[in-house]
């Protein structure tokens, strides 16, 4: 019954092809969690080691047999990275050489003026991070042939996968957008491509793919690696919103007139619609400090459109697909599906947009039977384990009826359920705190209120970093 766009939300088709950092840890000071305090110390040390020079990094090896790591710390397999910056990376077939100094250069080059072309387009509120490391190198297990990239539909999955294992890292906890440039001497294949690891606007890393052929011949490059570093954050094409691909002055156009020589605009500027920006504010693991504001953002005489987001195949080869189990033994009365609660939208009472309703909608809420023990269980198995610390419970439709009036949190331990919290419910959008707490399968318990039945809208989970899994959709009442 899970329905994947409610009705003024649309999925865009992605085509197959289309057509000096700053401080890292400028954003990361004032993060508490764990693993961005141990970026923030990495990226630091890294630095200083580079203006000691190279004898001091091999004095250090040799003295103390420590290996400076060549990218930062590693995150646990249910981790999700709180920040996601962009990484250069070159894929070196089997027949292909591995790129020159020059070309690593060149490409971090340009990856440094895509960086400010998105700041001067979100208009010097935030850009993207570049990692502190040097562009990595990964040595591919086959030769350019075999992959087929022009031809073979999964072939960059498969490259994708190589590449997470050389980083030792999953789709989930990856907190790299891969500038993923494929070693090829004889031709521009594969052309530009872009899309992020995961569904949704703000659900971790993800990769563009780039030639060596264009990155040395092409003077398109720089536009391209634009437009598919906008598909890696989440963003469609304009055509999505309506626009004209060929006229539209947006970095997700295909105008020819916005084509750059090198890295200069040959004539124009790019911009980002309401709709992108709005997107990218959306996307607060890659742009911390970006914020929609329709005041500044939308002009006078505009009519936004609605979420549109990325129909991404979840399979990755090797890697767990980006799906949440939902079972329930407690019923889905109403033609409801319990999978609604952590998919899709969360509708919202009082909308703005008549098109959401508040009322009941068997599409994407779950109504839960008649209980006779005044309790419904829903069990939630995530891909990996998670820490969790907090979640939203949004309850409720119509702004009356079937609340949840209580919440029992479990998490399965080792010896099996274990309580986590028990608190109670005042509010249909109520937050509730607990130590973090890691698990794979939890088992959330709602209290039903005279009714004897309860709807629950959604459920949102927060790790000590921020929300983890985030839904197709941003929950923001004031964005519709
Ligand atoms: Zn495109």
């Known amino acids: 019954m899970r329905r994947e766009a409610a009705d003024t939300l649309r ?15 400028s954003y990361t000071t004032s993060c508490k969690m ?66 020159t100094r020059d070309m690593q250069d060149k490409l971090v080059e340009h990856i440094g003026v895509a960086q400010r072309c998105y700041r001067r387009m979100l208009k010097s509120r935030d850009t993207f991070t570049i990692a502190k490391e040097p562009p990595r190198i990964v040595h ?8 087929e990239f022009s031809r073979r539909v999964g072939s960059k999955l498969e490259s994708v996968s190589e590449i997470l294992q050389a980083f030792d890292c999953n789709r989930f906890n990856c907190p790299y957008i891969f500038v993923i440039v494929v070693m090829n001497s004889r031709n521009n294949v594969p052309a530009g491509s872009g899309r992020p690891f995961n569904r949704g606007f703000n ?37 999505a919103y309506g626009y004209d691909m060929n006229k539209s002055r947006s970095v997700m156009s295909y105008n020819g007139n916005l084509h750059w020589d090198d890295s200069q605009p040959r004539k124009d500027s790019t911009i980002l619609l309401p709709e992108e920006i709005r997107a990218l504010a959306a996307n607060r693991k890659v742009f911390a400090r970006l914020y929609f504001d329709s005041k500044v953002d939308v002009p006078l005489v ?31 009365a109403h033609g409801s599906s319990v999978e609604n609660i952590v998919h899709g939208l969360i509708t919202v009472k009082g909308q703005r ?35 969790l610390c907090k979640v939203c419970i949004h309850s ?29 419910l005042f509010t ?16 959330f318990h709602f209290r039903a209120g005279t009714s004897r039945q309860v709807v629950i809208r959604g459920l949102r989970f927060f790790s000590p970093g921020g929300e983890i899994f985030c839904r197709d959709y941003p929950y923001n009442p004031d964005m519709f």
């Open 203 to 239: 659900n971790g890393g993800g990769w563009v793919f780039m030639s060596s052929y264009g990155l040395e011949r092409l003077v398109t490059f720089q536009k391209t690696l634009n437009h598919e570093l906008g598909h890696s954050f989440g963003l469609a094409h304009v055509s």
């Open 302 to 332: 505009y009519k936004m459109g609605s979420f549109v987001r990325l129909a991404l195949e979840d399979e990755i080869p090797g890697q767990r697909p980006f799906t949440i189990k939902v079972k329930t033994s407690s019923g889905e």
């Open 428 to 443: 249909r959008d109520a937050f509730i705190e607990f130590p973090p707490t890691i698990a794979q399968t939890w088992r």
């Open 34 to 99: 764990e693993q961005c305090q141990r970026w923030y110390v990495s990226g630091h040390f890294a630095a200083q080691l580079e203006d000691w020079g190279r004898w001091c990094i091999a004095l250090l090896i040799v003295l103390t047999g420590f290996c400076v790591p060549c990218h930062a710390v590693r995150l646990a397999e249910g981790e999700v990275p709180c920040h996601v910056s962009v990484l250069p990376v070159f894929f070196v077939p089997q027949d292909e050489g591995a790129p």
């Open 353 to 387: 947009s008549p098109k959401i309703r508040s009322a009941f909608d068997p599409h994407t809420m779950w109504h839960s039977g008649v209980t006779n023990a005044g309790w419904v269980t829903v069990t939630v198995t995530f891909p990996v384990s998670v820490t």
């Open 11 to 25: 999925v865009w088709e992605i085509p197959h092809d289309c057509g000096i950092s700053e401080e890292m840890c």
């Open 140 to 147: 591919a297990k086959h030769p350019v042939d075999y992959y």
């Open 396 to 424: 409720q439709y119509s702004g009356q009826y079937h609340r949840a009036t209580a919440v029992r949190v479990q998490a399965m331990q080792s010896s099996g359920f274990k309580d986590v919290c028990q608190q109670p």
